[in-house]
């Protein structure tokens, strides 16, 4: 078993090799593999049903969820994007629309400046890494996990990424907290915390029954089982 220090030290490797690998696909190449991870997406979830739900601003290769963000507001869903408000913190949602005047944040990413908090019942969360037990390798900061620690209740959150980031296992440390399900180019996968009734829930979060990722679609019999 490796230690924390060799753990931290492995993602450090990990992370800068998946990134780059990331990074090295011919755009051409990305953008087909972005699109079938989309078209799962769309095939597994209806994000539409809730009424808020979180996204990011593409970084360094990551699938491209800004005209999925323009869909769902013309669908009547509010979009949020991620703010860093504070180191070692939960981050704060802003609503985003195309009119949004954006400000750059952590590592120079878009954030909104200046429109409304939100609070997301669902996240579509970018990975770096992952594994079958819906762990998330990210960036390192932390932040996605200390946001669904803390958040009450917890949203939805979903990975999205590419196969190429698939691993045995991230070694999971006792700060990190495993996704609902993933979705790459290949499929989807439904994990653990996906058979709990969201309806029930408190809070305006939804704008209709929730029916999420209920068609578990695997195309290879790899760890995804």
């Keep these: 078993m490796k230690s924390r220090d060799e753990v931290m030290e492995w993602r450090r490797a990990t992370r800068r090799r998946l990134i780059e690998a990331r990074q090295q696909l011919p755009v051409a190449e990305r953008e087909c593999r972005a699109e079938a991870a989309l078209a799962w997406l769309e095939a597994a979830t209806d994000l ?7 996204l990011y601003w593409p970084f360094r290769g990551e699938i491209d969820v800004r005209p999925l963000a323009r869909t769902l507001i013309d669908r009547g869903t509010r979009v949020g994007l991620p703010v860093v408000v504070a180191r070692d913190a939960p981050v704060e949602f802003r609503e985003w629309t195309p009119a949004a005047k954006m400000a750059r944040g ?6 909104p400046d200046g429109t409304p908090h939100v609070h997301p019942g669902c996240l ?9 037990g819906g762990w998330r390798l990210g960036y390192g900061g932390g932040y996605y996990d200390r946001t669904l620690a803390a958040a009450r209740p917890r949203p939805w959150a979903v990975g999205l990424g590419f196969d190429l980031g698939r691993l045995d296992s991230i070694h999971p440390l006792d700060h990190d907290v495993a996704l609902d ?17 969201l309806s029930e829930e408190p809070g305006e979060r939804f704008a209709s ?3 999420l990722l209920s068609d578990v679609q695997v195309r290879d019999s790899g760890p995804w089982r």
């Design 106 to 111: 952590v590592w120079n990413i878009p954030i």
């Design 48 to 54: 539409a049903r809730f009424a808020v739900v979180g």
């Design 181 to 197: 399900g993933i979705v790459t180019e290949s499929g989807s996968v439904r994990h653990v915390r996906a058979d709990r009734d």
């Design 209 to 211: 029954p929730v029916c």
């Design 124 to 132: 579509l969360v970018p990975l770096v890494g992952f594994d079958a």
